[in-house]
């Protein structure tokens, strides 16, 4: 049996994106994700098929085996993934999904004035070990 390695594509620049990596980081024993910081110099989206303006509006995920999601459904697949099923039965949960979605868009579109207003520094730079620049 294959593991499923996913490639989380998130915004480095985002104070709230980079801690929740952090995290998952942290949870990661299996080392089935990977991390790529979109807002890196030289990251170029062409091999995904989406745009780099995708790409920086809501979280994705690459799997090795499945296609590319986005969203709610990229957080369902990384808490699979670190063995967070109570998260990933929540966000998956049919009646509610939909608001789920529409609420993390809400998120991501404000997400820089969010980690403001929660005193995080936007555009620091960190890494997923936490040292910024």
Request: hydrophobic share 45%; proline share 4%; aromatic share 10%.
């Amino acid at each position: 049996m294959t593991m499923n390695v996913l490639t989380i594509y998130y915004d480095g620049n985002c104070a709230i994106c980079s801690r929740e990596m952090r995290w998952l980081g942290s949870l990661n024993q299996r080392q089935q994700l990977q991390f790529v910081d979109i807002q890196q110099p030289g990251f170029d989206p062409a091999s995904l098929g989406v745009s780099f303006a995708d790409l920086d509006r809501e979280i994705h995920v690459s799997q090795s085996e499945g296609p590319l999601l986005s969203g709610i459904d990229a957080f369902i697949a990384i808490y699979r993934a670190v063995d967070k099923q109570w998260l990933a039965a929540v966000l998956s949960l049919p009646l509610i999904k939909p608001l789920w979605q529409w609420l993390y868009l809400r998120f991501a579109r404000n997400r820089y004035g969010i980690s403001r207003l929660l005193g995080m520094r936007v555009g620091a730079k960190c890494d997923l070990q936490g040292k910024c620049r």
